[in-house]
Every structure is written in structure tokens, then in C-alpha cells.
């Protein structure tokens, strides 16, 4: 079956229109080889079509995103470009704005979201203060002084919990929120609960992350062959099924362009399969975020914070 590229957009609660499939540099290397390495996959992600780029402060390839978007020639209003809050520069919000500002060498931000709900001191410790709520307000500050350099906020890893306690003190509604999703880990009613609260969910890592078991497995592979196209590319097609949008992240020329050719319609069955492959035993946890990569128990400390600190769900069947 033939795929093509997805210039399918989703218009957020801002009314912006974001590119439904965005290319990601989470692992991107700063550093001189590293950074050529780097500018040169997004240039040529640019050239394949991605028009949404997904990148952070923590990821510490803000320049070579500037580089590359200023590189291309694209104009400015045919893209999107995401960047994330570090939990440690959450009591400094507007400084760490402009200074993802200055090092993506652009006019204005399309989003900017807070990457975790907590706050981290310079050593990685959780603070007490401020609390996601009050670096929601401290983010919609930054917004309201600068209208023309900041176009919408939103949130990363967030949950039931941790939404409604910011939605408790917001005037401002997020636009989005971006989270761990894949066929192991759905999050059904995690997007159901956001649907209704009108905030886009964006899936990070929807291919999971290094040696991803969806990548091999027997029956997956079974149905790209069918298709005629890789499993990534099978799986993002299916994804994509859900109304969310994804930022899936490869170095190499053929993923990266197969990453944004897609299936335009799954088979019934097919999509059924993959809604329900986390019901199969063992086939149901996150595979980012867990320490060795084991099943969470809640026990384990992300930042500082435990699952139920976050609200996550520690599930699995």
C-alpha cells in the first residue's frame, strides 16, 4: 500500500494549526562533529517535508536548531518550533525563555511547554517551590509580556493529578500536553480526560525508545509486510489514527523520511490490533522513564518525584 507525506495539521485551542508529525531531537549531541551531525539531520528532515520541529532547553541543541531552521530558508510562518522549560529554571521562567529565544535564532516560539511538573535544584533535587502551578503562572506571564515572541504554552508529563491542580490556578489553558505514548503504552484514559479538557496530546517516543520490543515483534511485523513499509512506519500511521499528534527522532536518512511517510488509513482489524496490544499479557508499561527499563512499581524517582507524586500510572499487565 502506497504512503505519502502527512501535511495533516491540528489546530490547537490557540487556533494555531501545528503540524501533525514533527521531528524530534531528544539524544541530539551538542558538540562540534556532533552538532554538524545533528544540523544536517534537520536540514535534511526540513527537505523531506517536516514542517513542526520538537526540541528543549535540557536537550542543549537549541543552537543547532536555530542553525539549521535559519540554514534552510524556509520561511519562518511555514514552521513550527516547540521548545521545552527545564525543571531547574522553573523560578527563572522569563530568563530561560529568552534564552531559548536567543539560542533558536528566531523571532517568536510557537510553544513552549513546561517539561516536567517539578521543580529541580542546579544538583537535580525535587523543590518544594515553586509548584507546578506556580510556574504555570510564572509561564503565562512570559506570554502575556511578550505576545509577538511567544505564541502558546503548554506542559510535558503531565497527568490527571497534575493538570487539575494547574487548572485550578490558570488563566490560561494549555495547548498541549506531551507525553509517553505507543502500542505498549496507550494512555486511553489519560487522552480521553485531556479530549474533553480540550488540550493536544502529543506523543513523544512513539516508537518506544532503544531496543523496543514493538520493533521486532513477530505479529507487528507480520502486518507491515502486508502494508509494504516498515514497522516505524506502520505504528506512527496507527498513531496517528488516534488524533494525537507525534515527534518521532532518527539520525538516519531513510527513517527520517520514512517517519513522515505514512499509511493514510489503517485497515479496521489493523487499528483494533494495535489499540489493543496493551491488553496482551506482558505487553502492557512504559518503556521511558523506568531506571532498567523494568516494569515501574511507583517506586522509582523521576527528577526527584515518585509515579504517584506525578499522578502516573504504574499498571501493567
Known sequence: MATQICTEKIKLNTGQLMPAVGYGTWQGKPGSEASKELQDAILYALEQGYRHIDTAAAYLV????????????????????????????????????????????????????????????????????????????????????????????????????????????????????????????????????????????????????????LLTHPDIIAIAEKYNVGVGTLILSWALSLGISIIPKSARKERITANINLIKKLDPQDKKFFDEFYLQKGMHRRLCLVGDGSRPTGHELVFGWTYEQLGWDTFSI
Not at 524556509?74 to 539560542?103: C, G, M, Q, Y
Not at 517539561?115 to 515553586?130: I, K, R, S, T, V
Not at 479538557?197 to 517516543?205: D, K, P, V
Open 62 to 213: 537549541e543552537p543547532e536548531v536555530g542553525y539549521a531552521v535559519n540554514k534552510s530558508g524556509i520561511p519562518r510562518e511555514e514552521l513550527f518550533i516547540v521548545t521545552k522549560l527545564w525543571n531547574a529554571d522553573h523560578d527563572k521562567a522569563e530568563e530561560a525563555f529568552l534564552k531559548s529565544l536567543e539560542n533558536l535564532k528566531t523571532d517568536y516560539i510557537d510553544l513552549w511547554l513546561m517539561h516536567f511538573p517539578q521543580a529541580n535544584d542546579e544538583f537535580g533535587a525535587a523543590l518544594e517551590h515553586p509548584t507546578p502551578a506556580e510556574t504555570w503562572l510564572a509561564m503565562e506571564a512570559v506570554i502575556k509580556k511578550y505576545p509577538t515572541k511567544l505564541r502558546a504554552i503548554g506542559v510535558s508529563n503531565f497527568s490527571k493529578k497534575t493538570i487539575d491542580e494547574l487548572l485550578a490556578v490558570a488563566t490560561i489553558k494549555p495547548a498541549v500536553n506531551q507525553v509517553e505514548i505507543h502500542p505498549m503504552w496507550p494512555q486511553p484514559e489519560l487522552r480521553r480526560y485531556f479530549d474533553q479538557l480540550g488540550i493536544h496530546i502529543t506523543a513523544y517516543s512513539p516508537l518506544g525508545q532503544w531496543d523496543s520490543p
